[in-house]
């Protein structure tokens, strides 16, 4: 046997050994996805503050569950393709609360309602993310109450401030 029969032999081994460990390691029977199941589209407290909210800024739209890829995008630079690390950072993350002027379209703040699993060092970065896209975020914190008077203290600039551009336009 020549040595480049051997080294072919080799490779050969070495390729069905490979084949065969990763068919072990993903099991025998081939698994097809699992069909999605529904799931609670917003927890009762998120369905409380959008009450509140809808009750102290009708002259707003609201919207719930925003995926962060519907308002962020990766910027073009010239010379350089977006990876798929850029969209990342953002694409699957979800705002609790967009508001909008409904007259203008424009984004007027986003609303987040923190609860026990929010960690306060991702919560910054996020807000620092979306604040250089140019966005506003008000935070309800944990335990704050999902009531009329309570939501008012945290998003009642947006109400004076809607009122005041009325008043002044």
Known sequence: MSTFEFLASLLLVGVIVALGWSKMSRGFTPQKPLDPVA??????REQAMLAALEHIL???????QVSMGALLKVPSVPGRR????????????????V??????????ALIEI??????????RERD????????????????????VQTVLGFVGDL?????????QG
């Open 58 to 64: 009708p002259m707003y739209r609201l919207h719930a």
């Open 82 to 97: 977006p990876t798929p690390a850029d969209w990342n950072r953002f694409q699957r993350k979800i705002i609790d609360f």
């Open 114 to 123: 923190d609860d026990r699993s929010h960690d306060p060092g991702k919560d």
């Open 159 to 167: 109400r004076d401030g809607a009122a005041s551009a009325a008043y």
């Open 128 to 147: 620092a993310m979306t604040a250089r896209a140019g966005y506003h975020t008000l935070r309800i914190p944990a335990g704050a109450s999902p009531t």
């Open 99 to 108: 508001v909008e002027d409904p007259t203008t379209g424009r984004v007027v």
């Open 39 to 44: 799931r609670p589209f917003m927890t009762q």
